[in-house]
């Protein structure tokens, strides 16, 4: 069983920047692919970013790309997405995730852990 905790949410205007963490119960070895999604109300859940313990790297969605960035500090067994000029769209609950496979991917369904989610509101 992995567990996954997010922190780091919060309201901030347009712009502006936030830093997510999500603190995982297993070292990388045990869920080599962590990505974050997000969902806002009404809307589908969608991914931002994934990042693999094992293979290529990181991956973004096109909405994240050039003002998002994860990385994973295998010390501290924590998963970071730094968020910079973000806008209103960018408002969502978002939600850590990983999975115990070796391919890594930007969908839903192939993660089977997920975090509570935190909460970012960016306002005009």
């Known amino acids: 069983q992995v567990q996954l905790v997010e922190s780091g949410g919060g309201s901030v205007q347009a712009g502006g920047s936030l830093t997510l963490s999500c603190a995982a119960s297993?070292?990388?070895?045990?869920?080599?692919?962590v990505a974050w999604f997000r969902q806002a109300p009404g809307k589908e859940r969608e991914a931002v970013a994934r990042?693999?313990?094992?293979?290529?790297?990181?991956d973004y969605a096109d909405s994240a790309k050039g003002r998002f960035t994860i990385s994973q500090d295998d010390a501290k067994n924590t998963i970071s997405l730094q968020m910079n000029s973000l806008k209103p769209e960018d408002t969502a609950t978002y939600y850590c995730?990983?999975?115990?496979?070796?391919?890594?991917?930007?969908?839903?369904?192939?993660?089977?852990?997920w975090g509570q989610g935190t909460q970012v509101t960016v306002s005009y």
């Open positions: 297993v070292r990388p070895y045990s869920r080599p692919c």
């Open positions: 990042v693999s313990t094992f293979s290529d790297g990181v």
């Open positions: 995730a990983a999975s115990r496979d070796f391919v890594c991917t930007l969908r839903a369904a192939d993660y089977e852990y």
